[in-house]
């Protein structure tokens, strides 16, 4: 363990929406605070793409968007998702025409990136280069790779007792029906032939420490570990792989993951969803578990994992408190 040659980790977050975004601007702190100006060639994120959808012509990366609005310090922090300041003048003109989804709103700069990102991915730019031309446009400090430059949306099968098991889209499901339909399961049709996205396998192999943030374990790390290859690169790389556990006090700490969890057979609980990872030294991803001082009871059932386990903190109020998150992840991993 510890930073090859020397000096600053290099770090490797998998990261979904909005726990996601937080979570990175807590790494981007933790470099910041020791002394690293260059963070970009220090921390590169893998973003999860199984959210993406299109929307009256255009393609939406939630994602991607919200960590790149958020380090970009340009997102809307009450909501969670979009632009702040953000208006709908646009999206009232979709829905006088009947255009998109009456329950999804698209804000008007928002649509300015969607549109930006369509024009160059219909211009034969991979979601790789559309997300380096983003990210060039603000200071991010991180580099942002998209987990493959395949369109893996998420479909959920939803039980319906008067039609039987139906077919729609994650968005549906999670903004219109807020999960309140019964998932039978989740799936990222073309994943299998997919491949992880120009950079990922390298990063991971060259990182100092893989963090797997507190995001939602089946529609957000769950695509990522999911892409062929992540996985085993996860499992084959020198650096440690630290989890952060998205359980608080037996809860969700954001959206609706806990009917994620049960919905694939798993507790929503920081051992559930340590077992979900699995121990390297098994054949899962993980070599240690950060799970929240609230949950300090489940650190011997997560060592029973044969994983190293430690109750911290896992509040991320803000940046600062994100930062001794990612310190303490750092810490576990030798860096
Ligand atoms: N979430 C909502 O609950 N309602 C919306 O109208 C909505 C619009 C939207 C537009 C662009 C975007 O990037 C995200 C948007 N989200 C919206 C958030 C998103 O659907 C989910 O919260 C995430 O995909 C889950 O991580």
Known sequence: MGVRGGGTPRIVVLAGGVGGSKFVLGAREALRRRGVAASADHLTVVVNTGDDL?????RLQPDVDSITYALAGVNDTQRGWGRQDDSERVNAELQAWGAGWPWFTLGDLDLGTHLARTGWLRDGATPTRVLEL????WDLGARLLPMTDAEVD???TVDEPETGPRPMHFQEWWTRHRASLRPLAFDNPGIEAAAPAPGVADAIAAADVVLVGPSNPVV??????AVPGIRSALRHTDAPVVGVSPIIGGRVVRGMADVCLTAIGVE???VGVAGLYGARSGDGVLDSWLVAQEDAAAVNAVRALGLDAHARPLWMTDPARSADIVDAALALAGV
């Open 54 to 58: 299109w929307l009256s012509g255009v």
């Open 134 to 137: 983003m990210a060039a446009r």
């Open 154 to 156: 998420t479909i959920v």
């Open 268 to 270: 929503t609980s920081a």
């Open 220 to 225: 957000s790390i769950g695509p990522i570990l």
